[in-house]
């Protein structure tokens, strides 16, 4: 079974500093993608930046980048230039392709943070 | 707006009433996914949907049901409420892995969330 663990229950950064928010995972499979999730208070999920395992070069967007360790099975998310507007709960996700085919994403407890003016 | 749209969007129930949360979504994607928040939890999957025709258990399923009416709608039925079930729900559709073995990740709707008194 994967498992996703965020160890971070809550952080908070300076306005237009730079944050990282920690993940780290457990998986014997080889073809999978991880997932950075934002849920703001309206509590709509959505999708930051995605990860492809087999990749060995960190996704970006924007201001959002990825430190994809994959022999130490970490995922960590730095946010740059942090914006009020980045308060949220963020969860790291994964899910794994294996055989006849996996379709269960699965989660990390989350990390909230919170952007100080 | 393409996307998933999940109703309703708040409900309370009384202990041992039944009520089934609506999902659909207009994307064309194969899988279909119930998913429930708890605070400090992340999200756990109830049941999940990999194609039409099919449903399967995840991590959470006792006290609930599913149908996949077809392509597009996929319901949860709890028939019976309990308090343990006073959650907030969110339903999620992906394309799947397709080919070559790629993931795009899951949409989201805006979640329901649901008080059992």
């Known amino acids: 079974a994967q498992t996703v663990t965020q160890s971070q229950p809550e952080m908070s950064v300076q306005e237009a500093e730079t944050v990282t928010l920690s993940c780290t995972y457990d998986t014997s499979e080889s073809n999978y993608y991880l997932f950075w999730y934002k849920q703001p208070p309206s509590r709509q999920m959505i999708l930051v930046i995605r990860q492809e395992a087999y990749k060995q070069q960190n996704a970006t967007e924007n201001r959002f980048s990825v430190n994809f360790q994959k022999a130490a099975k970490s995922f960590s998310l730095k946010i740059s230039d942090s914006q009020l507007g980045d308060t949220a709960m963020y969860f790291c996700a994964f899910i794994a392709y294996s055989g006849a085919g996996s379709y269960q994403l699965t989660f990390g407890k989350g990390t909230k943070l919170s952007v100080i003016p | 707006n393409a996307g998933v749209t999940q109703t309703p969007k708040f409900q309370v129930l009384k202990t041992g009433q039944s009520m089934t949360l609506q999902c659909a979504q207009d994307?064309?994607?194969?899988?279909m996914y119930w998913y429930r928040q708890d605070p400090g939890m992340g999200l756990r999957l109830i049941y999940y949907?990999?194609?039409?025709?099919?449903?399967d258990k995840g991590e959470v399923p006792n006290g609930y049901n599913v149908s996949r009416l077809n392509k597009r709608e996929f319901s949860l039925r709890l028939e019976s409420a309990a308090p343990s079930q006073t959650s907030v729900y969110f339903c999620a559709s992906t394309q799947g892995w397709g080919q070559p073995r790629r993931n795009y990740g899951y949409t989201f709707g805006s979640g329901t969330r649901l008080t059992v008194v």
């Open positions: 949907s990999a194609s039409e025709g099919t449903t």
């Open positions: 994307m064309n994607h194969n899988s």
